[in-house]
Nanobody
Framework: VQLVESGGGLVQPGGSLRLSCAASGFTFSRYAMGWARQVPGKGLEWVSGIASDGNTYYADSVKGRFTISRDNAKNTVYLQMNSLKPEDTAVYTC?????????????????WGQGTQVTVSS
């Protein structure tokens, strides 16, 4: 299993970014995917997940601003982040537990990408 994120960067408050996570080594369409983030000095936070059936789930802190989606033909999961705030600054990582449903418990995830830095600052 390999997960490779891209799309991070520096953006001003109120701006947008789209993160991508390219997956390989497993049958992507069968499994749920998720995004988590880590702020230096703080714990890892579950952000969003998309089930194999396309149902989506969000942490309250990002609901209404972030959108998760998947392209099974490209084996890629996306996180569209709008109305970004300084507190969204973190390393964002995609993950999978190779299950069909989304879990907010990060212990359920066995495979993680290397992460991509998102910095929201003026």
């Amino acid at each position: 299993v390999q997960l490779v994120e891209s799309g991070g960067g520096l953006v001003q408050p109120g701006g947008s970014l789209r993160l991508s996570c390219a997956a390989s080594g497993f049958t992507f369409s069968r499994y749920a995917m998720g995004w988590a983030r880590q702020v230096p000095g703080k714990g890892l936070e579950w952000v969003s997940g998309i089930a194999s059936d396309g149902n989506t789930y969000y942490a309250d802190s990002v609901k209404g601003r972030f959108t998760i989606s998947r392209d099974n033909a490209k084996n890629t999961v996306y996180l569209q982040m709008n109305s970004l705030k300084p507190e969204d600054t973190a390393v964002y990582t995609c993950m999978t537990g190779l299950g069909g449903t989304v879990e907010a418990d990060l212990d359920e995830y066995d495979y993680w990408g290397q992460g991509t830095q998102v910095t929201v600052s003026s």
